[in-house]
């Protein structure tokens, strides 16, 4: 386990993302220099975000580009996190970097762009740069996410441990193959949204009940976490686990009995399946957008 980064890491992107990142980052104390570069400026009038020290950020935005010195040029043994929206791959890559890279650098470069394959990252950024991809979720904010990885062909098994490593920041990561990451992001990368509906439907039915909306929405939560972390602490199949709560003749399976009636686990199936599907066409449409470019 490294317990600390060498060298530089630039984070392309400060939304959601971005900012956990840098947050575990700092919080663990992984590295000592961290360089965020976004889109827009840095509002002062806007609070610094939790958990957060931008005194040791150095932060550009699209304003300073003009400005910027030779401070961003990375070497091999930096790191890039592209944490950008799929559309806004091409814009990122065309503005920064020129910025980062040159000569004989080969910075490693990981990306959590949803559908985009370690191919195009190469094709875009450079075929000498160690290239990982990671789907993380938006539990990340709060040190929670279920993170998986996969590597380019190009990319070392160190190189994947760093970025791991980084990730670990953040909650709990997985390594796989590539070919994997699609349905990774059906089930984990979305999975938080489907969630979310089942715990504010299973909120509204408290409320339909006469619970109020607030009791309602904190049992219903706590439902959900201690569920999960029963899974997870015993290891039991989650059937079993529900077999153990189920009385013959009584509320829950009359409640399941409902619930299978009307497809609860069929909708809950094709949910991931076309999560997966649309994750897999986002690269047709990043190189579709970058064909039109250069047209």
Known sequence: MLNSLSGKIVVIGFGNMGKALVRGLQSRKHVSEIFVCDKFPLDPLEKSPEGIDLKKITYFSY???EKIDNKLRLKTGDTI???VKPQNFLEAVERWKPILLGGESFPLVISILAGVPTQLIHKYFSYECPV????PNIASTVDCSASVLCGSKKTSMQNIELAKHIFESVGKTWIVQEEQLDAVTGLSGSGPAYIY??????SDGGVKMGLSRQLSLELATQTVLGAAKLVQETGLHPAILRDQV???GGTTISAIHELEKHGLRPMLISAVVTATEKSASLAQL???KIVQNNS
């Open 81 to 83: 996190l592209l944490c």
């Open 286 to 288: 990043v190189e579709g």
């Open 132 to 135: 990982v991809r990671c789907m």
């Open 63 to 65: 304003n300073d580009i």
């Open 246 to 248: 189920t009385t013959p």
């Open 197 to 202: 509906m089942i715990i504010e439907a299973m």
